[in-house]
């Protein structure tokens, strides 16, 4: 049994684990992952890099003209067993989760013409292949035929820890203070933006993992897989 090729959308605010469970996910799965998150964060450090973001302002049309120079890629690094995430061939993956990236990322994504591409890269990227995919609008407008949907989410504070330790973990010198004012922040703009704002598709299912363990978040999606004979 199984579907040949199935779409699994997850949305949800940001720091809630959505990668990590949707890593593991297409790992388990032999499927394709994509964070477009990572692909707004390219974007956004393409902007910081290129002097189209000053003092807090973007150069929007500037940004717009030079959308079709960023071509973003990802690939499994097989040394650090990790995603790795690409800009026209360059390793950007530890840049584009820095503090810097983080607090601009939401006011380049709240760039309607900016989503209509990447909206664009995405559909295609899950066009002939099976995927998991993350983001804001993967339920509601990428994939609104997706054959699973969820919206997860947790607590602010279980958010901010974590994002505290996997920065500090990395070497990142952060305050807590600075981190949870930064998950508030973007869910705050992220959901009263207006394109695509984060919104539960009514057709998806919600997951709070505040009190969950990854290894039960990971079998509570698998069993809705089954469930839905999708694999
Ligand atoms: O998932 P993340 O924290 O890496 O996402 C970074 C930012 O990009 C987040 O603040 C919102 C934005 N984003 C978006 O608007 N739409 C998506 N599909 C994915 C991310």
Not at 48 to 54: A, F, G, Q, S, V
Not at 176 to 203: G, H
């Amino acid at each position: 049994m199984g579907k040949e090729k199935f779409i699994i959308a997850i949305d949800g605010h940001s720091s809630c684990g959505k990668s990590t469970v949707a890593k593991d996910l297409a790992k388990a799965l032999s499927i394709a992952y994509v964070d477009t998150g990572a692909m707004y964060r390219s974007v956004t450090l393409y902007a910081l890099r290129n002097n189209l973001i000053i003092n807090g302002k973007v150069d929007e049309e500037k940004l717009i003209a030079a959308l079709g120079n960023i071509n973003v890629t990802f690939a499994f690094n097989a040394s650090e067993k990790r995603n790795e995430t690409f800009m026209n061939g360059e390793s950007i993956e530890k840049e584009i989760r820095n503090m810097e990236v983080s607090s601009h990322v939401s006011l380049v994504s709240a760039i309607g013409a900016v989503r209509k591409q990447l909206v664009e890269w995405q559909r295609q990227m899950g066009k002939d292949t099976s995927l998991v995919m993350d983001g804001r609008d993967i339920g509601t407008v990428v994939f609104p035929n997706a054959d699973l949907k969820i919206f997860m989410t947790a607590s602010d504070e279980v958010r901010a820890q974590r994002r505290f330790d996997e920065l500090t973990a990395k070497g990142e010198k952060v305050s807590m203070d600075e981190i949870l004012n930064n998950v508030r922040e973007r869910d705050r703009i992220d959901s009263t933006r207006a394109e695509s704002p984060l919104r539960k598709a009514d057709d998806a299912l919600l997951l709070d993992n505040s009190n969950m363990t990854m290894g039960e978040q990971f079998e509570w999606i698998m069993e809705r897989l089954r469930e839905r004979n999708l694999i």
